[in-house]
């Protein structure tokens, strides 16, 4: 097990343990772990015999590693198996659905004793739950929306899991006589917010036409990889194809191929759907066809590329297109004219500037935050810890946040080979107030500027209170602009639009959170600020070291809105991005 599967049974005891209406202690000490669980940059499997070790880790008591020991002694833990089977699994995905929390779905429990989505949206469409204690029509519609909406993102999975994963895979299969090749496709490789199924393809020899369709080492590797962990169903064995659905419900589709059709294999597997119908239409009409085995000339039959995907959007006339753009969204106009933008990369990344510490919810200190952004190679950092409104965060007022500046400037100079710059993440109160003085703000070297409550605000005043911000004259950044947490909370909704001119007007820019969770801004609005004039700054909202590598989901945002080098200010110097970051 690695530590998120182990994290993932503790929140769903804690959740469990709530709608048993166990106690609160109790419950938050399963939560606190399971976090610590998924901050831990160590294995738990790989240090669950010493007991030192585990007690390191903040969060974990003597309790919870006796409950660690038990899961891998027992493949399990008791509690939560007890649980399950109290309330039924079926507890667990209403614990998925936005409007239900634990307290809610034990109040339906006990008075209509259903556990199951079916029945509570039964129950709701009857306006039978209005009629519970502190419920009403109100919330039963929420309920019933959240239901809608959790069917809808069903079967997807964020972006780093579904890259986990193909990782995973990949590593099985290195190294397996006849492979030579193993890379992922689809929706993963265009680098989409979230994934459903993961394409793997795999090329060798062994799948050539002149290999035999009892090639040994074709069925080694088939063999070889329905061994792969985890797997609870196998869907499709063939000569060419594996399909298997994997305990959390991912499917995986691994294909063999030739490596003379890995190119037109790539470009048809990678898609979109759209891109590519587009791609077959412009070959019809030049007198070829496109599928996955190769570009071919209809007149003779004669295959004219393939081998590359580089070499199949040549013939085709077209400059080579990035995975990242091909949504049929102007791409193949703008490679057939020669027009394609020079897209971002991780190595254009000269700092990160969003960043938390043990002073209010991180897990490391200042100065291990910038070890780990030294060792990146990056020139400059910014530590912007949580103001007094997240009190559950345990927030910075004014007095702490001066000295927590003082902290950073002294870490700073105590620190070679990396700057690091004092910011703030400040709550954007209802009203669009900010929440530390304007004093302090102003000894900032940054202020990222954020929503973290007060979601449901109607569209209008949201735009009024995002506008406010932007305007007060303290703010560099907004922080993840729409508020969504993907599979799990919409974006909250305003006018887009208004806020954008109202940032480009102020030089304020907007944030791309680059944590998978959440990637927000999403591509379609990354867009929008790259047309009306706003810069962005591409952040991973670090918690811990080990959160810095998810720049690199930030970086696939980034080039799916065709942004480049030049509409992103963490690309600057040190001392143009200082420049750049000043307020009036």
Not at 509 to 520: Q, V, W
Request: glycine share 6%.
């Amino acid at each position: 097990m690695d530590n998120k599967a182990i994290a993932n049974i503790l929140y769903e005891t804690a959740d469990l343990m709530e709608v048993a209406n166990d106690d609160p202690f109790r419950i938050r000490s399963y939560r606190r772990a399971a976090e610590a669980l998924e901050a831990s940059p160590e294995r738990i499997a790989d240090i669950i015999t010493e007991d030192k070790k585990l007690l390191a880790i903040p969060g974990i008591g003597k309790g919870m590693v006796a409950n660690l020991k038990e899961i891998f002694r027992e493949g399990k833990l008791l509690l939560h198996a007890e649980l399950l089977k109290k309330y039924h699994p079926s507890m667990l995905e209403l614990l998925k659905i936005q409007g239900l929390g634990p307290k809610t779905i034990a109040l339906i429990w006990s008075e209509f004793h259903v556990s199951d989505i079916e029945g509570v949206e039964k129950l709701a469409r009857e306006n039978k739950i209005q009629t519970l204690p502190r419920m009403g029509e109100k919330q039963e519609q929420k309920i019933l929306k959240g239901i809608e909406d959790y069917r809808r993102i069903s079967g997807r999975f964020h972006l780093d899991a579904a890259d986990m994963t193909a990782q995973k895979l990949i590593e099985h299969l290195s190294g397996t006589p006849g492979i030579e090749k193993i890379t992922p496709a689809g929706s993963l490789r265009r680098g989409r917010d979230t994934v459903g199924d993961i394409d793997i393809l795999v090329t060798g020899k062994s799948w050539s036409a002149t290999a035999g369709a009892k090639n040994g080492n074709a069925t080694a590797a088939i063999e070889k990889t329905l061994t792969f962990p985890g797997i609870l169903q196998v869907l499709v064995k063939g000569d060419d194809k594996v399909s298997f659905k994997l305990r959390n419900g991912m499917q995986v589709d691994v294909r063999f191929l030739s490596p003379e059709s890995f190119g037109a294999a790539m470009q048809y597997f990678t898609g979109s759907k759209n891109h590519n119908v587009n791609l077959r239409q412009r070959a019809l009409k030049q007198g070829l066809t496109l599928n996955e085995y190769g570009l071919v000339r209809v007149e003779d039959q004669k295959r004219v590329a393939g081998k590359t995907e580089e070499e199949v959007y040549k013939t085709l006339g077209l400059d080579y297109i990035p995975p990242e753009l091909r949504e049929n969204c102007g791409e193949i106009e703008a490679a057939a004219a020669h027009s394609l933008p020079e897209l971002i990369t991780e190595k254009d990344i000269q700092g990160d500037v969003h960043m938390h510490t043990v002073e209010t919810d991180g897990r490391c200190t200042i100065e291990e935050m910038a070890a780990a952004a030294a060792e990146r190679g990056y020139k400059y950092m910014a530590i912007t810890d949580h103001s007094k409104n997240l009190a559950f965060a345990n927030g910075l007022d004014d007095a702490r946040a001066l000295k927590h500046i003082e902290k950073i400037r002294a870490a700073d100079k105590a620190t070679a080979g990396i700057k690091i710059f004092a910011g703030i993440e400040v709550d954007i109160l209802i009203d669009g107030d900010l929440d530390l003085s304007a004093d302090v703000l102003a000894q900032m070297d940054l202020v990222i500027a954020s929503v973290h409550s007060h979601f449901q605000q109607e569209p209008a005043k949201m735009t009024e209170r995002l506008i406010r911000a932007i305007e007060s004259k303290s703010v560099s950044i907004i922080g993840h602009p729409t508020g969504r947490i993907l599979l799990r909370r919409d974006a909250y909704p305003y006018d887009m639009d208004a806020v954008l001119r109202a940032a480009a007007k102020n030089k304020v820019a907007m944030e791309l959170n680059a944590y998978p969770d959440r990637l927000d801004l999403c591509d379609m609005h990354l867009r929008m600020a790259k047309e009306r004039g706003v810069k962005i700054v591409i952040n991973t909202d670090a918690h811990h070291t080990s959160h810095m590598e998810k720049i690199k989901y930030g970086i696939l945002q980034a080039r799916r809105a065709w942004l480049t080098k030049g509409d992103v200010l963490n690309t600057l110097t040190t001392a143009a991005f200082a420049k750049a970051m000043q307020r009036a």
